[in-house]
């Protein structure tokens, strides 16, 4: 899901569909075969939806607040970047149990911060002004 999100927050509207898998790796210069495995799997998870007489994709204006409006309080993109960092920290909380010591919080990925909690937060609060 990750990569296609960073992909529809960019592109929103070319998404929003209906598309085909042929319509859809057109627009995006992607190869048709990738395209359709992974609307396959998204659709298999409820993240976007098919219609099987059309044979195209499309997302509801639930899911495309949720997945491809990064200005949107409800986008849950940033939550990979939660993830990444996760992962990148691993050698450091490694190297920190064998040798002692600590990680200190702003030695985490900027990820963590700039994409995974500054990006919805932001976004929750200037949805209260």
């Given at each position: 899901?990750?990569?296609?999100?960073?992909?529809?927050?960019?592109?929103?509207?070319?998404?929003?569909?209906?598309?085909?898998?042929?319509?859809?790796?057109?627009?995006?210069?992607?190869?048709?075969?990738?395209?359709?495995?992974?609307?396959?799997?998204?659709?298999?998870?409820?993240?976007?939806?098919?219609d099987s007489?059309?044979?195209?994709?499309?997302?509801?204006?639930?899911?495309?607040?949720?997945?491809?409006?990064?200005?949107?309080?409800?986008?849950?993109?940033?939550?990979?970047?939660?993830?990444?960092?996760?992962?990148?920290?691993?050698?450091?909380?490694?190297?920190?149990?064998?040798e002692g010591?600590?990680?200190?919080?702003?030695?985490?990925?900027?990820?963590?911060?700039?994409?995974?909690?500054?990006?919805?937060?932001?976004?929750?609060?200037?949805?209260?002004?």
């Open positions: 899901m990750r990569s296609g999100s960073s992909w529809a927050s960019s592109h929103p509207n070319d998404i929003l569909g209906p598309l085909t898998p042929t319509e859809l790796a057109r627009k995006t210069e992607t190869q048709e075969r990738y395209v359709r495995e992974w609307l396959l799997n998204q659709a298999a998870g409820g993240y976007c939806e098919y007489k059309s044979g195209k994709y499309s997302l509801s204006p639930e899911q495309a607040l949720a997945l491809t409006d990064e200005t949107s309080p409800a986008f849950v993109g940033g939550g990979f970047f939660v993830i990444k960092a996760m992962g990148s920290a691993v050698p450091r909380i490694l190297k920190a149990f064998k010591g600590g990680l200190l919080w702003g030695d985490h990925d900027a990820d963590l911060f700039r994409r995974a909690t500054e990006t919805p937060f932001k976004r929750i609060f200037e949805a209260r002004k």
